[in-house]
């Protein structure tokens, strides 16, 4: 298995020494046909979409979490 083929799973074992439980990760989405900016749990729950990628790491540090930038 290539670093491209790991699971979202495999990645958060690999990360979790490093985490806090306060991270939101920030990653392209499409709605509606429309790029949008997604904001994620550590366990990968969507919490919500921002319009832009400036608006999705205002939102999670307006709500005490620290941005990562996902790609």
Known sequence: MTDG?????EGQREYAPFLTGNE??????????????????????????APDRDIAFA???QHQLIPLSVH
């Open 59 to 61: 939102a999670a540090r």
């Open 5 to 9: 083929e790991r699971t979202d799973a």
């Open 24 to 49: 939101a990760y920030i990653r392209e989405v499409v709605v509606d046909g429309a790029v949008a900016y997604g904001i994620h749990a550590t366990d990968g729950r969507l919490l919500g979409v």
